[in-house]
Nanobody
Framework: QVQLVESGGGLVQVGDSLRLSCATS????????MGWFRQAPGNEREFVAAVSRNTYATYYADSVKGRFTISRDNAKNTMYLQMNSLTPEDTAVYYC????????????????WGQGTQVTVSS
């Protein structure tokens, strides 16, 4: 079992930055692929970013590439998502996820999910 708790969401203005955190407990953090997904009202949950468990390779959705950075700190059992140059299209509930299957860009590859944190970007 893995427990995930997101934090760092909030209301910001266009162009602002936020850093989301995902604190984990339970299964050894380093064994997990870790990912961020988001869901806006009326939309399906979509992939945002992921970092693999073995090579620490990172993956990004095209919509966030160059603006968002995913990272993990195995010593702190925590994953981060640095979000820069935010736009209203980034408004969503952001979820962190943990799993060990591939591909890491697919929600079905993850077994554990946090409760989500709201990010609202106001114009």
């Amino acid at each position: 079992q893995v427990q995930l708790v997101e934090s760092g969401g909030g209301l910001v203005q266009v162009g602002d930055s936020l850093r989301l955190s995902c604190a984990t407990s339970g299964r050894t953090f380093s064994l997990n692929n870790m990912g961020w997904f988001r869901q806006a009202p009326g939309n399906e949950r979509e992939f945002v970013a992921a970092v693999s468990r073995n090579t620490y390779a990172t993956y990004y959705a095209d919509s966030v590439k160059g603006r968002f950075t995913i990272s993990r700190d195995n010593a702190k059992n925590t994953m981060y998502l640095q979000m820069n140059s935010l736009t209203p299209e980034d408004t969503a509930v952001y979820y962190c996820a943990a799993g060990f299957r591939s591909p890491v860009v697919t929600a079905n590859s993850y077994d554990y999910w946090g409760q989500g944190t709201q990010v609202t970007v106001s114009s």
